[in-house]
């Protein structure tokens, strides 16, 4: 999440300068502010008066006749259609709530990360009879946490006493500890694979 998080980042601060520049170019074209100003622009700056183009014709097709341009094009669009496809999926996906706020209402200054959270409930939940390992992912908003869990079992333990278990055990302390009102929570239970025995 932290790495998704620097990404998204960067590529906003990207998109934000280069808005911020083109919306710049075009107010100072589209109200002459050049020739108000009493400035000279560079030899070639787009958007200089109101009836300049950003690309010309002749920019357009500077290199369209040359060899190596379609190849270019073509492995460049290659390499940012999957990678916009892919920031896309990303953002698609669930997120980590990252930083919640403790108490209801909210105390200030005090905030707690989701991994402490569903390290801690994970750790907990290892300790209850029957469960082998115990696996907690947070998901949601940090104002809408939202716990998700598999529990891998051990070979003849009890499904429903697990669960129950689970609620008035780790849940249960995972609510006093934040002093939230609710958290809402999927278990997903399964049981370890082993041999089976053989009969003689």
Do not use: F
């Amino acid at each position: 999440m932290k790495r998704q998080s620097v990404i998204n980042r960067i590529l906003l601060a990207l998109a934000g300068i280069v808005l911020l520049t083109g919306g710049l170019l075009v107010l100072a074209g589209g109200l002459d502010l050049y020739r108000r100003w009493h400035l000279t622009p560079p030899d070639g700056w787009p958007l200089s008066t109101p009836h300049t183009v950003l690309l010309s014709a002749a920019d357009r097709t500077r290199w369209t006749d040359q060899g190596w341009w379609w190849p270019v094009v073509i492995a460049a669009l290659a390499v940012i259609v999957p990678l916009a496809l892919w920031w896309l999926l990303e953002q698609l996906r669930r997120t980590r709530p990252g930083r919640m706020s403790i108490g209801t209402p909210p105390t200030d200054g005090v905030e707690l990360h989701d991994h402490a959270l569903s390290d801690a409930i994970a750790a907990d939940a290892r300790q209850l009879p029957g469960v082998q390992q115990a696996r907690v992912q947070m998901t949601g908003r940090a104002n809408h946490p939202e716990v998700r869990i598999t529990l891998t079992l051990t070979p003849g333990s009890e499904p429903g006493s697990i669960l129950q278990a689970l609620c008035h055990g780790p849940l249960e302390r995972a609510h006093q500890s934040t002093g939230w009102a609710q958290l809402p929570t999927q278990a997903r239970l399964q049981v370890t694979a082993h041999k089976p025995h053989r009969a003689e």
